[in-house]
T-cell receptor, first 118, second 114 residues
């Protein structure tokens, strides 16, 4: 069974540009999560999508956005890139989780996209 | 608010030594899940264990063992007879379900040398 796949592996962008990161979940998983791992800041929750809807959002500015497609794959878009956006962006998937209910299912993470903003 | 504290930033041991990674969590929820993940240099987070708040039984899996104590809000991870391949960053994480997101600790970097 294929795991969570992310593309590209590495991405170099110039400040002010836009970056698009992609994630394909494990087959059968409908929930997709995005996390940012910036140097010195640890792993921070960004976004959660399930069944095409944004279910929860971390403490990030609106220029971080995304979407989930009918096949449950997901995109993370970062607009107006800033130098501090340089980080490893990890995607995770799980079986369906419901807002307000304890998340029983574990999360499987991809290998990440390393975004460098110069 | 939820919080996970991993006070040990970095640990260095010699191969075959036992090592314990500490994790202390904070939550007001009575139902929650705790996780440990391993992050090798490749970057991928590898799932090690999930434990729910109602199950305080310790667990052993090969050289790995976990000690969950609700009284002290701790979920510590012990590697017995460490090996060089255990070198990685280890993260403890908490999920309380209301937002279905994981709250991670800052991680402990384990370096195992020959």
């Amino acid at each position: 069974e294929a795991g969570v796949t992310q593309s590209p592996t590495h991405l170099i962008k110039t400040r002010g540009q836009q970056a698009t990161l992609r994630c394909s979940p494990i087959s059968g998983h409908t929930s997709v999560y995005w996390y940012q791992q910036a140097l010195g800041l640890g792993l921070q929750f960004l976004l959660w999508y399930d069944e095409g809807e944004e279910r929860n959002r971390g403490n990030f500015p609106p220029r971080f956005s995304g979407r989930q497609f009918p096949n449950y794959s997901s995109e993370l878009n970062v607009n107006a890139l800033e130098l501090e956006d340089s980080a490893l962006y990890l995607c995770a998937s799980s079986l369906r989780n419901y807002p307000g209910r304890i998340s029983y299912y574990g999360y499987t993470f991809g290998s990440g996209t390393r975004l460098t903003v110069v | 608010a939820q919080k996970v504290t991993q006070a040990q930033t970095e640990i260095s041991v010699v191969e075959k030594e036992d090592v314990t990674l500490d994790c202390v969590y904070e939550t007001r929820d009575t139902t929650y899940y705790l996780f440990w993940y391993k992050q090798p240099p490749s970057g991928e987070l590898v799932f090690l264990i999930r434990r729910n708040s109602f199950d305080e039984q310790n667990e052993i899996s090969g050289r790995y063992s976990w000690n969950f104590q609700k009284s002290t809000s701790s979920f510590n991870f012990t590697i017995t007879a460490s090996q060089v391949v255990d070198s990685a960053v280890y993260f403890c994480a908490l999920n309380t379900g209301t937002a279905s997101k994981l709250t991670f600790g800052t991680g402990t970097r384990l370096q195992v040398t020959l």
